[in-house]
């Protein structure tokens, strides 16, 4: 797996150093309004890194380029259940910081990892599923070419109520039309 890189970003491959930050995020009371999975333990963490390791899952860090000093992670975007046999895939575990929300970061990250998965793993189709009610990934998703194919009713449990999920995909046409 390369390092995937842009102006502002810089994508690699999730490392051990980067886990305990991964880990508060799923913490963060304002990220856990939007994301399907609870807060886990570092033992479940540990657990989940080396799953995506076996797996051949690509989950990347995503790093800010401050103007002036070190690069700041910000959090991490993946593709799972990578099928060659169908060249497909699903996108998983967007999360930013509210600080860098609205500045078009998760959108430029969701972009340049499936440029990766169209170009370098040679996918036709690229899904992902989010609440109904999260406006935000909505956004981001759409505004990168994603479409949305249907709806689940109250298909997870969060916070005491049924949600809702909207199920979204591109396919490597699309992307490329874009």
Known sequence: MRILESE?????????????????????????????HNPISSYTQQQWYERICRN????LSIFYKHPEGEPELLGAVGLYD?????????????????KFQGLG???????MLIEYGFNTLNLHKITCDTFADNLGTIKHLEKVGL??????????????????????????EDFKSK
């Open 8 to 36: 502002r970003l810089i994508m690699k491959p999730v490392e051990p150093a980067d886990l305990p930050y991964l880990m508060e995020q799923r913490w963060d009371a304002d990220l856990t309004d939007h994301i399907i």
């Open 56 to 59: 051949g899952d690509v989950v």
């Open 82 to 98: 990578i099928n060659m046999r169908h060249q497909r895939a699903t996108v998983k575990t967007m999360r930013i910081p509210t």
């Open 105 to 111: 970061i998760a959108s430029e990250a969701l972009a």
């Open 147 to 172: 479409r949305q194919e249907g709806r689940l009713r109250k298909h997870y449990f969060h916070q005491g109520e049924y949600k809702d999920a909207l199920i979204y995909s591109i396919l490597r």
